[in-house]
């Protein structure tokens, strides 16, 4: 890239913690903890931090933070980390904690504090930071608050980058939203992988508007589409760790190659290498763009023209 893209991460912001454990335990048993490591969540900030590691000018809106101990620490961190926080702390709010447990299955199990007034926030975020920006980044379950950041960013011109869970079995749940990014991420459990098809789901979102459609398939790889064609993706064999934020490190990844201007094959290769890598480490992806890129060779993927 000749110049650093500004892009805008939206979406529920929290701190927490991370416990690592072998497998995660059945009810009434327990499990020794191999690691635990601090994090800022969820998937827009995670986002976030990785693009800021790699030089993009990274902002992130978010819910208001209690004016605490850790609501201060939290945007302290995030401007350490590169990350342009705008994020209000309120005095009447306590900031909530959350607890992920992730297993070496790959699975993911997370405890937030319920703290309504807390995400409620979000709905009254200032979204100036928006303006001007090369591309937003929007979780979709923060419900009407995404709503408006989408049309906020539409009506000044910057594309959506939506990080959705689509369902086949409910084809119209999400439509308003989706037909209003540019591109979308869907994500798929194993189970998911099992239940439905990906390239149906993929044709589906490119159907309702999308310019570019990535599904993550988390050890089976991912696919993407466009109007150049389908793209089924391998995901390198890696000793998986810390499956904690793989969705955010891809969304991040395939934003980066996309404003790059590089075809769709190289964006699915860069952002499924990325996301692998990132299961093999604690923590959120460590790793240079040309490290990435070097490890992505665009062979194996299977591709389909339209």
Not at 32 to 51: E, H, N, S
Not at 97 to 109: K, L, M, Q
Not at 110 to 131: G, H, T
Not at 264 to 281: D, G, M, R
Request: proline share 5%.
């Amino acid at each position: 890239m000749s110049s650093a893209p500004r892009i805008v991460c939206f979406g529920y912001v929290n701190p927490g913690v991370v416990f690592l454990v072998d497998r995660y335990p059945a009810a009434n048993t327990g499990a020794y903890v191999t690691a635990k490591r601090p994090f800022i969540g969820a998937d827009c900030a995670m986002a976030a931090q990785v693009l800021a590691r790699w030089g993009v000018e990274a902002h992130l809106i978010g819910n208001a933070l209690g004016d605490d101990d850790l609501g201060r620490r939290t945007l302290t961190q995030l401007a350490e980390l590169g990350v342009r926080a705008h994020i209000a702390l309120r005095g009447d709010l306590r900031t909530p904690d959350e607890v992920d447990i992730s297993d070496r299955a790959g699975t993911r199990t997370f405890f937030v504090e319920d703290a309504p007034a807390v995400w409620e926030s979000l709905i009254e975020a200032d979204l100036e930071a928006i303006v001007g920006a090369d591309m937003l980044y929007v979780d979709w379950y923060v419900g009407p608050a995404a709503e408006r950041a989408v049309a906020f960013a539409r009506a000044h011109g910057v594309p959506v980058f939506l990080n959705v869970e689509y369902s086949l079995r409910q084809p119209d749940r999400y439509r308003p939203l989706i037909s209003q990014a540019s591109y979308a991420q869907a994500p798929m459990s194993d189970v998911h992988v099992a239940q439905e098809d990906p390239r149906a789901i993929a044709e589906a979102l490119q159907a309702l508007g999308v310019e570019a459609a990535f599904v993550t398939r988390g050890k089976h790889g991912s696919l993407a589409l466009d109007r150049t064609g389908l793209i089924e993706v391998p995901a390198p064999a890696v000793q998986v760790v810390d499956t904690q934020g793989a969705g955010a490190v891809y969304s991040a990844a395939a934003m980066y190659g996309l404003l790059a201007g590089w075809p769709i094959v190289q964006v699915a290769h860069f952002a499924t290498t990325a996301a692998s890598l990132k299961c093999a480490q604690h923590g959120l992806l460590d790793a240079k763009v040309e490290m990435i890129l070097a490890q992505a060779p665009l062979s194996g993927a299977v591709v389909r023209s339209q």
